[in-house]
């Protein structure tokens, strides 16, 4: 496709004459990423409305449509989304909090607290990909009444960024340079360099309110009586809530946009397991919504058949991974365990790291545990395509591993189990408490008994294993284990984020209350390089071959071990209309859900 033809067909995109998701899809086929086809269509300007995979809003009035039911069987344990380390709280924050824009579906930005999308045409995106000016909505308040500006979008920049504030969302404005006041309705962000994907991490953070939230910036960051009862500017207001157990949001009747939400009321359920979540929805039909049916496919295919609701397979970016520690989790410096510096006694041996890698049977966690829900993957980023690897393969073999370890000096003592230099092959191997993942904690054991490799497994309740909770030692931020094993969101059709969870940068530890993002504390010079390349690079295809490069030398090195590419999968009610992306928190669409008569 030529200049010439390419400018047409933007055009009959604008119009509404060609549907996005083919002029989407026919660059895709070209070669070009999500992202920068997704950069293409904003800076053409506004194009003629047309509804997300289908997807239509009915209701004609706001309110009416009574409670709608959510089961989240990990139930958010604190409501501010700066500190929100798992995808839970961010679904708890997601009620009460919005962001500037959100990512729909099929990967474009739609706005939120935004007036509309920055482009070229509009005058918000620089010509350099240097800075982005982006108009607020107007008449916006805050559920108290008072108004949301321009002031609360710079704060939030500030409030994340002040280290004392040790804030999980820090790594969402690495790239920019400062957030400028232009008007009470408009702020700049300027970028540390050039922004090849301009709309960053930043413009999908959720926000929270500068004048209820100044007074504990930094050191103050967790005194706030706001981090447990939100004052957002959602299309719901804070209720009740029970760290752990339920959330409860009622009708915002000043809501910034007509005839909505649907719902009066929003009651979401945190705590039981995966199948009784897929069961009270499926089957029983007692909730109209469950997150993240962590269930065995053939089970979810029976509950189907019950008839009270629907199975929706939401294609992302998200990764089921288990991972070595980098750090040695038994020595303790300063109070801490696994710090950084120090290095696993055992696992720094790359002969160890591969011979783990044999012992996993991918092929056999998709046939007889995940099915739709887990696709058997080699590599830690699989979606867009574009940044998809097609260097590495995965191998179950423990007929191989055994003849790794044996050329590499570990021999079998008593019970079969071995050892070198005084040191057994005993590893304790935790994750959330979830039949699947039990499971597939079962299936590594059994592997790695026949490799002479003992695991003890430990099964952690959900809600304290993604908690930020500084005071538990089980969380998975902390780490005291050998190996744990968890599923991470992309978030985002751009990998960035991604992918930062392996700088240096980004070590989880005691310095950053244990948010940083890089929880296996894997530490590699040339990676970090790739990463700040990668964050300036302009041309399309390089930035997408450099992310390939990392995905590379991370799952080689052998400390992350990718399982499976996983698809969001939620139950919902068959009556219950929500317009849900894999690239989106399903609460951040609350607005837009209702209920057909």
């Avoid at 939030?156 to 309705?185: C, F, M």
């Avoid at 244990?514 to 990668?534: C, M, S, T």
């Avoid at 090195?557 to 009556?575: C, H, Q, S, T, W």
Wanted: aromatic content about 10%.
């Amino acid at each position: 496709m030529n200049e010439q033809a390419l400018r047409e067909s933007l055009q009959r995109v604008q119009s509404g004459r060609l549907p996005r998701r083919e002029f989407i899809d026919r660059l895709l086929a070209m070669g070009l990423t999500l992202p920068m086809v997704g950069t293409l269509l904003m800076a053409a300007g506004p194009v003629a409305a047309q509804s997300s995979g289908g997807f239509q809003y009915k209701p004609t009035r706001r309110g009416g449509g009574g409670t709608v039911r959510l089961l989240l069987w990990q139930g958010p344990t604190l409501l501010n989304p700066h500190f929100a380390t798992g995808v839970k709280d961010e679904l708890g924050c997601a009620v009460f909090y919005e962001p500037l824009a959100r990512w729909t579906a099929d990967g474009n930005l739609e706005p939120v607290l935004a007036a509309e999308i920055p482009s070229r045409e509009n005058g918000g995106l620089a010509a350099d990909l240097k800075s982005v000016v982006w108009k607020l909505k107007r008449g916006v308040t805050w559920h108290d009444g008072q108004p949301f500006t321009a002031d609360d979008v710079v704060f939030n920049w500030q409030y994340a960024t002040d280290p004392a504030t040790a804030a999980v969302t820090a790594g969402n404005y690495q790239e920019v340079l400062r957030i400028e006041k232009v008007d009470s309705h408009a702020v700049r962000i300027v970028f540390r360099e050039a922004s090849p994907f301009w709309p960053g991490l930043y413009c999908s953070s959720m926000l929270v309110p500068r004048h209820l939230f100044s007074a504990y910036i930094g050191a103050k960051s967790r005194d706030n009586p706001a981090n447990l009862r939100p004052v957002g500017t959602g299309p719901y207001k804070f209720a009740d809530f029970k760290p752990g157990d339920m959330v409860r949001g009622e009708i915002h009747t000043g809501y910034h946009v007509p005839n909505k939400p649907h719902f009066d009321l929003v009651d979401i359920k945190g705590g039981g397991d995966a199948v009784t979540a897929a069961r009270a929805v499926l089957q029983t039909g007692e909730y109209d919504y469950a997150w993240n049916l962590l269930v065995e496919d053939e089970l979810l295919k029976r509950l189907e058949g019950g008839g009270k609701g629907r199975v929706v397979i939401l294609p992302g970016g998200d990764v089921e991974a288990l991972y070595l520690n980098y750090a040695d989790p038994g020595v303790e410096v300063d109070g801490e365990r696994a710090a950084p510096g120090t290095r696993h006694p055992l696992f720094q041996d790359a002969a160890l790291r591969q011979a783990m890698g044999l012992l996993v049977d991918r092929q056999g966690l998709q046939d007889f545990i995940f099915g739709r829900a887990g696709t058997a993957t080699a590599n830690f980023i699989n979606n867009p395509v574009r940044y998809r690897s097609t260097n590495l393969k995965f191998e179950f073999n423990v007929d191989k591993a055994n003849a790794v370890l044996d050329a590499a000096g570990y021999r079998r003592g008593a019970g079969g189990l071995r050892e070198k230099n005084g040191r057994k092959l005993k590893f304790l191997f935790q994750t959330s408490t979830n039949a699947s993942r039990q499971k597939c904690q079962a299936v590594i054991k059994q592997a790695c008994q026949k490799a002479g490799i003992e695991l003890e497994l430990k099964a952690v309740t959900a809600s304290v294993f993604f908690s930020s909770d500084v005071a538990n030692v089980d969380t998975y931020g902390k780490f005291y284990a050998d190996m744990q094993m968890y599923n991470v969101t992309q978030g985002r059709p751009d990998p960035t984020r991604h992918l930062q969870r392996f700088v240096s940068w980004e070590i989880s530890s005691k310095a950053n209350k244990w948010l940083g993002l890089n929880l296996v504390r894997w530490k590699n010079d040339e990676y970090d390089r790739l990463y700040k390349q990668a964050d300036g690079e302009l041309d399309p295809v390089k930035r997408a071959a450099l992310m390939i490069q990392m995905n590379d030398l991370v799952c080689r090195d052998g400390y992350v071990i990718p399982l499976l590419f996983r698809p969001a999968v939620a139950g919902l009610a068959n009556k219950l209309q929500a317009p849900l992306s894999g690239w989106s928190l399903a609460t951040g669409s609350l607005r837009d859900w209702y209920r057909e008569a």
